[in-house]
Each structure stands twice: as C-alpha cells, then as structure tokens.
C-alpha cells in the first residue's frame, strides 16, 4: 500500500513570493488533514477535508493560505504572499476512520 | 485553548535503560492519546495508542499509561535500542469530533550504544 506522499520535500523561497504544496493521501482516505512544525515546536493542526469538503479549518494562520482537495482526491495548500514566519515543515496526513492518522514525510518550507 | 504539555524536550539514556515521557492534555473532553516516533529525515509513524477507558496498554517493550484525573498520560520503552532514537510526539483528541490531533511539544531521545 502506497504511503501519504508530499511534494515537494524542501522548498527555498523569498519573502513575498507564492508557494503551492501538494498531498496525496492513501487511496480510498477520506479524511485529509494539513499540519505545520514550526521552528522546532509542536505539530500544529491546521485543517480537515473530508472528501472535497473543508470539516474544519480553525487552525489555518490567516488568509494569505488556501487549501483546496479538488475531487476529494489530492490537496494543495498554497500559500501567497509568503512571509517569514510560514517557515516550517508542512505535514499532511490522511485517514479512514479518523483515529489513525498517517503522515506524509513532510515539506520543509523555508522563506527567506 | 486546548493543549498539551510534553516533558521532557530531550533525553539521553544509555542502551538497555529504560526511558520514559509525560504529557498532559487541557481539554478534559480528549478520549483518544496517540504516540508518534518521528526519525530523522522519515515520516511521524503511530507506534501505540489509547483510548481513556483503558489505563494501560503495552506492546512489546513500549506501554502507555493514561491517568484520566490528573489529565496526565505517558509512554514507557524499556531494554532501549539504539534504533529507538528519534523524535517522539504524543498527542490528544476527541474520537467523537473530526480526529484533530493536539500535539505536544516533542521529545528527542537519544539512546547511546
């Protein structure tokens, strides 16, 4: 079975500039969740698909990010303008029955 | 709001000691404690979990314990390996809610051969 899978793995980026990170889950989990590190700190939820729909997205930071999962498949998360305090590994994690999450590797975002 | 507290931050024993990492949650409504073991450069994977009407659970050298009055729960891994180096999470959630996991603060262990 193939694993939750992030692309890409490390991102450089300048200030100001536009990012877009991809997920795709397991096949057949419905449930799809974004996650951030930062800064050597906890792993902070940020929001849940379920399927196409947006569950739950009380931890996204602000509106410079947008997550989308076009067809319940896999999900993006962009993040535009970026700024410096976005820096951090982005995890995305899927799930079928909401208890066992697992996680992709990870993307290492750092903005400069 | 919700959290959690994970003590210690680091960890140093040495091969064949056993190690152990304490947690507390805030929200008294969490009913599901996960463990996660991150090792360098890899994915965060579960490797045990609880649910609150257990108090303990154990599987092989790992076990996690749940104190649902003092809010408190840990995970234990005795007769440590040098391949139990890594970093470790625990985390709280409500089963009944969407499966948003709480995270603590991490712990890196590192067992010395």
């Known amino acids: 079975e193939a694993g939750v899978t992030q692309f890409p793995s490390h991102s450089v980026i300048e200030k100001g500039q536009t990012v877009t990170l991809r997920c795709d889950p397991i096949?057949?989990?419905?449930?799809l969740y974004w996650y951030r590190r930062v800064m050597g700190k906890e792993i902070k939820f940020l929001l849940h698909?379920?399927?196409?729909?947006?569950?739950?997205e009380s931890g996204m930071p602000n509106n410079r990010f947008l997550a989308e999962r076009t067809g319940g498949t896999y999900s993006t998360l962009k993040v535009q303008p970026a700024e410096l305090e976005d820096s951090g590994v982005y995890f995305c994690?899927?799930?079928?029955?909401?208890?066992?999450?697992?996680f992709g590797s990870g993307t290492q975002l750092s903005v400069l | 709001g919700e959290n959690v507290e994970q003590h210690p931050s680091t960890l140093s024993v040495q091969e064949g000691d056993s190690a152990v990492i304490k947690c507390t949650y805030s929200?008294?409504?969490?009913?599901?404690f996960p463990w996660y073991k991150q090792e360098l450069g890899k994915r965060p994977q579960l490797i045990i979990d609880i649910r609150s009407n257990v108090g303990e659970k154990k599987d092989q050298r790992i076990a996690v314990t749940l104190n649902k009055t003092a809010k408190h729960f840990s995970l234990h891994i005795t007769e440590t390996q040098p391949e139990d180096s890594a970093v470790y999470f625990c985390?709280?959630?409500?089963?009944?809610?969407?499966?948003?996991?709480?995270f603590g603060q991490g712990t890196t262990l590192q067992v010395k051969p």
């Open positions: 096949s057949g989990h419905d449930n």
């Open positions: 929200d008294s409504a969490s009913n599901y």
């Open positions: 698909f379920v399927k196409e729909s947006k569950q739950d």
């Open positions: 994690a899927s799930s079928q029955d909401r208890e066992k999450l697992f």
């Open positions: 985390a709280a959630s409500r089963l009944s809610n969407t499966g948003k996991l709480i």
